[in-house]
């Protein structure tokens, strides 16, 4: 579903210890809780502050979506583990060209991995690449470019060190019970490939499982299955109870693995979490009881009834902040589902098994003031400036559902210009609206509806022979892949 993900651990911090099978050795690791980090948004914090907002909360687990440089860069000697990602459109490309998965792995991985240097332990194939919705037009891509990126590592003596993942999403698998479940006919062979590079590899299988979208999705989805609260509506399924839908969709996983004879494949939920807005049940209680429920299960070590006394290796939740600028098409909850808000503000008393949540620091927000609708002006002309403004920034907490939803026209209007006010980091200009708009120092806040002041920039120094290096290389690697699809057509 998204792009960045990260995984606590500390000496300090609550960890399960969990027996796991890779090709047929028997190895022990540590559960560990993580959380997402995305970065598609409008107010960034820089990655400085983000790594240091990982290391304040004891967070040592990392995986970005892509191989962003600034967040590698910020990531180099703290020693948090890293996992970079392949996006759906390279996939072609590296599935087709040697050379293009050879400069890949040097752009992206082996420039990093130096003395003192980012810890690269994973590399993501593609973000939900089997999905039902994509009909298949990046299924063909994914075995090639696996090929060629771990033919890649070995030419740069990192296939040891560097494993290859494909996260996928929970509707790879289906079956009304969990132990009747199977990968869907159309990804039979490619799953049976998938899994057993993965377990030949030392790779684990990662998935995304959702249970907000069941509920969101389904008006007769049980809301108390949802949780983990305990449920009036558990499934029964042979000798086993089911009290939760994250079980009995991690179970029915287990099943389909075991279909493949990978019955001891270990897991890792590369997603999984709870929006707080933009739905209507998406608050900041239900994601705060959900998380911590979730949290609480996993480090029980209880597991489930498949896998007694052996929960997920980890689990990721998704996500770290905020992500404003997402794609609202799943809908518009899509961009509140950080357990931080866009500035590292934790949103609600969370535990992750090593203390509560602490706030990111020496964040700088832009000055005190707001853009709102000037209270004698009329706004019977509004309608396309409010548009505009939507288009450009978030305004889906406005929506049915979402936390300023009952703030009435005017309200509206205002949110949606101060909105476009802090994206455009505050210039004058901005609040204009045809006379419409006017600054304000007074906070228009209402109740539960935050009118939100943007975070400053801050200037990042480089290196100028490292930053041209890597310009050089990100064109080339581009230009490769141009060329190849020319080639192709």
Same mark, same amino acid.
Request: glycine share 10%.
């Given at each position: 579903?998204?792009?960045?993900?990260?995984?606590?651990?500390?000496?300090?911090?609550?960890?399960?210890?969990?027996?796991?099978?890779? +090709?047929?050795?028997?190895?022990?690791?540590?559960?560990?809780?993580?959380?997402?980090?995305?970065?598609?948004?409008?107010?960034?914090?820089?990655?400085?502050?983000?790594?240091?907002?990982?290391?304040?909360?004891?967070?040592?687990?990392?995986?970005?979506?892509?191989?962003?440089?600034?967040?590698?860069?910020?990531?180099?000697?703290?020693?948090?583990?890293?996992?970079?990602?392949?996006? $759906?459109?390279?996939?072609?490309?590296?599935?087709?060209?040697?050379?293009?998965?050879?400069?890949?792995?040097?752009?992206?991985?082996?420039?990093?991995?130096?003395? /003192?240097?980012?810890?690269?332990?994973?590399?993501?194939?593609?973000?939900?690449?089997?999905?039902?919705?994509?009909?298949?037009?990046?299924?063909?891509?994914?075995?090639?470019?696996?090929?060629?990126?771990?033919?890649?590592?070995?030419?740069?003596?990192?296939? /040891?060190?560097?494993?290859?993942?494909?996260?996928?999403?929970?509707?790879?698998?289906?079956?009304?019970?969990?132990?009747?479940?199977?990968?869907?006919?159309?990804?039979?062979?490619?799953?049976?490939?998938?899994?057993?590079?993965?377990?030949?590899?030392?790779?684990?299988?990662?998935? $995304?499982?959702?249970?907000?979208?069941?509920?969101?999705?389904?008006?007769?989805?049980?809301?108390?299955?949802?949780?983990?609260?305990?449920?009036?509506?558990?499934?029964?399924?042979?000798?086993?109870?089911?009290?939760?839908?994250?079980?009995?969709?991690?179970?029915?996983?287990?099943?389909?693995?075991?279909?493949? +004879?990978?019955?001891?494949?270990?897991?890792?939920?590369?997603?999984?979490?709870?929006?707080?807005?933009?739905?209507?049940?998406?608050?900041?209680?239900?994601?705060?009881?959900?998380?911590? +429920?979730?949290?609480?299960?996993?480090?029980?070590?209880? /597991?489930?009834?498949?896998?007694?006394?052996?929960?997920?290796?980890?689990?990721?939740?998704?996500?770290?902040?905020?992500?404003?600028?997402?794609?609202?098409?799943?809908?518009?909850?899509?961009?509140?589902?950080?357990?931080?808000?866009?500035?590292?503000?934790?949103?609600?008393?969370?535990?992750?098994?090593?203390?509560?949540?602490?706030?990111?620091?020496?964040?700088?927000?832009?000055?005190?003031?707001?853009?709102?609708?000037?209270?004698?002006?009329?706004?019977?002309?509004?309608?396309?400036?409010?548009?505009?403004?939507?288009?450009?920034?978030?305004?889906?907490?406005?929506?049915? /559902?979402?936390?300023?939803?009952?703030?009435?026209?005017?309200? $509206?209007?205002?949110?949606?210009?101060?909105?476009?006010?802090?994206?455009?980091?505050? $210039?004058?200009?901005?609040?204009?609206?045809?006379?419409?708009?006017?600054?304000?120092?007074?906070?228009?806040?209402? +109740?539960?509806?935050?009118?939100?002041?943007?975070?400053?920039?801050?200037?990042?120094?480089?290196?100028?022979?490292?930053?041209?290096?890597?310009?050089?290389?990100?064109?080339?690697?581009?230009?490769?892949?141009?060329?190849?699809?020319?080639?192709?057509?």
């Amino acid at each position: 579903m998204c792009r960045c993900t990260i995984t606590a651990t500390a000496v300090t911090a609550v960890l399960v210890t969990v027996v796991v099978v890779f +090709g047929g050795s028997v190895q022990v690791v540590e559960s560990a809780i993580g959380v997402n980090w995305g970065t598609i948004s409008n107010h960034r914090l820089s990655p400085s502050t983000v790594v240091n907002l990982l290391k304040v909360n004891k967070i040592q687990k990392v995986k970005l979506f892509d191989a962003d440089p600034d967040c590698l860069r910020a990531l180099m000697g703290t020693g948090i583990e890293v996992m970079v990602g392949v996006s $759906n459109d390279l996939l072609a490309g590296l599935s087709s060209s040697a050379a293009v998965s050879d400069l890949w792995v040097a752009q992206n991985v082996s420039r990093y991995m130096v003395r /003192g240097g980012a810890n690269i332990r994973f590399i993501a194939v593609g973000n939900e690449p089997f999905l039902a919705s994509y009909g298949g037009q990046f299924q063909s891509y994914v075995m090639p470019a696996i090929t060629n990126l771990q033919q890649s590592l070995a030419k740069a003596n990192l296939a /040891g060190a560097v494993k290859l993942v494909v996260p996928c999403n929970a509707d790879a698998y289906e079956s009304s019970l969990p132990s009747l479940g199977a990968f869907r006919p159309e990804l039979s062979q490619i799953m049976t490939d998938l899994v057993t590079f993965l377990n030949s590899n030392g790779s684990p299988f990662i998935v $995304n499982i959702y249970p907000f979208l069941s509920l969101y999705g389904n008006s007769d989805f049980p809301q108390d299955y949802a949780f983990f609260e305990g449920t009036t509506h558990s499934v029964t399924d042979g000798p086993n109870v089911y009290y939760n839908a994250f079980d009995g969709n991690y179970d029915t996983l287990v099943s389909a693995l075991n279909k493949l +004879g990978f019955a001891q494949m270990p897991i890792v939920i590369g997603e999984v979490g709870w929006p707080t807005d933009g739905a209507i049940s998406a608050n900041v209680n239900a994601a705060r009881v959900f998380n911590q +429920g979730l949290i609480k299960h996993v480090l029980s070590n209880k /597991g489930t009834p498949l896998r007694p006394g052996q929960p997920p290796m980890d689990i990721y939740l998704f996500g770290l902040l905020d992500e404003e600028a997402k794609s609202v098409l799943p809908g518009s909850f899509e961009r509140h589902w950080g357990i931080f808000s866009f500035d590292g503000q934790a949103k609600y008393p969370l535990d992750l098994g090593n203390g509560f949540l602490r706030n990111a620091e020496d964040v700088t927000y832009l000055p005190s003031r707001w853009c709102v609708a000037d209270p004698f002006k009329d706004l019977s002309g509004v309608a396309e400036h409010v548009k505009l403004a939507c288009t450009v920034a978030d305004c889906t907490t406005l929506n049915y /559902g979402g936390s300023c939803n009952g703030i009435g026209e005017r309200g $509206n209007i205002s949110y949606a210009f101060n909105s476009y006010y802090q994206v455009q980091k505050q $210039n004058s200009q901005s609040c204009e609206f045809d006379g419409l708009g006017m600054i304000t120092f007074i906070n228009p806040s209402m +109740g539960q509806c935050k009118f939100l002041v943007g975070v400053a920039e801050k200037v990042v120094t480089r290196h100028n022979s490292q930053g041209s290096s890597l310009h050089r290389g990100s064109v080339i690697l581009w230009l490769l892949i141009f060329f190849w699809a020319v080639l192709e057509l």
